[in-house]
């Protein structure tokens, strides 16, 4: 069965025509489906929820537009959460813009579902549905440090954080919202966030409740502004993929056939990022350290992540919100060693950034009352495809069209459309097929041979 075909059954639909709205309203009942005999997991056990007296404390690391080749810079997150934990292979962001993705890590929901469809509209999320309100009211003790959603007033707290150092966006001397007042603080923002995530991680040795803290840097997000100290550091040398050097993109949509991007773009921009995300492998290794000094690290279950991933002038572009690989591909990170996952294994399942509360509320024991999109992985449950999803904003020309595409390890199929979000966030235009792409990744991995 084709993957056309495939979406348009998961939604019920008649096969050979699928429909936008039908495949966004369907796409619940899409990722329904386990594939219990691909992608399993090659860990030894999982971990079982924690009963009320041994429930983990919880910190949830999100760095902003990381892709994925960007280990050089990370080795001591990788050290740790990978050391001492998993590293999931097949990880993807199924909305691979900011304020869209991280409602997902909020909510376990696709972006069709909870309704934050671009970077313009935040307050349409539930906030009744996101994984800090649900910890909240089990008596866990809530923090939020960097970065929240993009187009949040710096002036509004934000719900279900007991504490917080909300950011406005930025590298140095930062504005934020702490605990209610907005204020300036000097000083490099990832080196704020580190500080303040310590402070509310030391109150632990006093306040017996477990903790959940939210920790956002906006590195490496653009303009990638390194702290002083990493400012010239060297980093190594990258010369492009594939994808970067193609040259006949007549089958490509229309805006990736007038993309202009060059390796030497895409170099120096994978500099910049390296160079900024020192700073936010230096703030993890001090996590560490501090569970260390709490004795708590072994009942801690990390997580790191991205809110989506990066083209370095792949097929001539750089940025995010495409449908190609380097977008929606993400590192994604877990430990937990009081919960049996602290012994460095690899998971190849297809995972998401919509498996993230599903998998906290897991190992905390406690049961969503909202319907979740993702699954634990805590679990055994596999998936053999994952939907990604994008949404226009607004009515201008140029740039990238409104898409959603199936994603399975092996191929991938994309649907371009006539549809935006208008100025209260909400989904309009015809639903008309504009354009579409399917590739065989095991043979082109790098997305160079549309075969439509």
């Not at 056309?4 to 619940?28: D, I, K, P, T, Y």
């Not at 307050?123 to 309100?133: A, E, G, S």
């Not at 991933?309 to 097929?315: C, S």
């Not at 602290?342 to 909202?370: C, E, F, K, Q, S």
Request: aromatic letters at 10%; a neutral charge; one cysteine or more.
């Amino acid at each position: 069965m084709s993957e056309e075909n495939q979406v348009n059954e998961e939604q019920g639909q008649e096969q050979g025509r699928a429909s936008r709205r039908g495949f966004l309203a369907g796409s619940l009942a899409a990722t329904a489906t386990a594939a219990a005999a691909t992608g399993l997991s090659v860990l030894p056990a999982f971990a079982q929820p924690a009963s009320a007296a041994t429930r983990p404390n919880i910190l949830v690391i999100v760095s902003d537009d990381q892709p994925k080749e960007t280990q050089w810079a990370t080795q001591k997150i990788l050290n740790w959460v990978t050391g001492q934990g998993v590293r999931f292979t097949n990880a993807h962001s199924t909305t691979p813009l900011c304020a869209p993705s991280r409602s997902s890590i909020f909510s376990g929901r696709y972006a069709h579902n909870h309704g934050v469809r671009d970077n313009g509209h935040p307050y349409n999320l539930n906030q009744n549905t996101t994984v800090q309100r649900y910890l909240k009211q089990a008596g866990y003790r809530t923090g939020l440090f960097g970065k929240y959603l993009n187009a949040w007033n710096i002036n509004d707290n934000p719900p279900h954080f007991e504490e917080w150092a909300l950011l406005q966006p930025s590298y140095t001397d930062g504005t934020f919202n702490v605990n209610g007042t907005v204020q300036t603080i000097n000083g490099y923002t990832t080196n704020v966030i580190r500080n303040r995530t310590l402070s509310f991680l030391d109150k632990a040795a006093t306040d017996t409740r477990p903790w959940f803290a939210y920790v956002a840097p906006y590195a490496p997000h653009e303009p990638n502004t390194p702290a002083a100290q990493y400012a010239d550091t060297v980093v190594p040398t990258w010369n492009g993929r594939p994808s970067v050097f193609e040259t006949d993109r007549s089958d490509k949509p229309g805006y990736i056939q007038n993309a202009t991007n060059t390796l030497a773009d895409g170099q120096a921009l994978r500099q910049r990022q390296l160079r900024t995300l020192l700073s936010v492998d230096d703030a993890v290794q001090a996590f560490r350290d501090k569970l260390v000094a709490l004795g708590q690290l072994n009942n801690t279950l990390v997580i790191y992540i991205p809110d989506n991933g990066y083209l370095w002038a792949d097929h001539g572009r750089l940025g995010k919100s495409t449908p190609y690989t380097p977008a929606h591909e993400v590192p994604f990170y877990l430990s937990w060693p009081g919960g049996g996952l602290g012994a460095g294994t690899v998971d190849n399942r297809i995972v998401g950034n919509i498996d993230l509360a599903p998998t906290i509320l897991d190992a905390a024991g406690i049961t969503p009352t909202t319907p979740q999109n993702g699954h634990s992985l805590l679990s055994t449950y596999s998936r053999d495809h994952i939907l990604t999803e994008w949404w226009k904003q607004g009515t201008g020309t140029g740039g990238v069209p409104t898409w959603a595409s199936y994603v399975s390890t092996t191929r991938q199929y994309v649907e371009y459309y006539d549809l935006h979000t208008d100025a209260n966030g909400q989904q309009v235009g015809t639903g008309q097929v504009l354009f579409r792409e399917y590739y065989d990744l095991v043979n082109d991995p790098y997305q160079l041979v549309n075969k439509l």
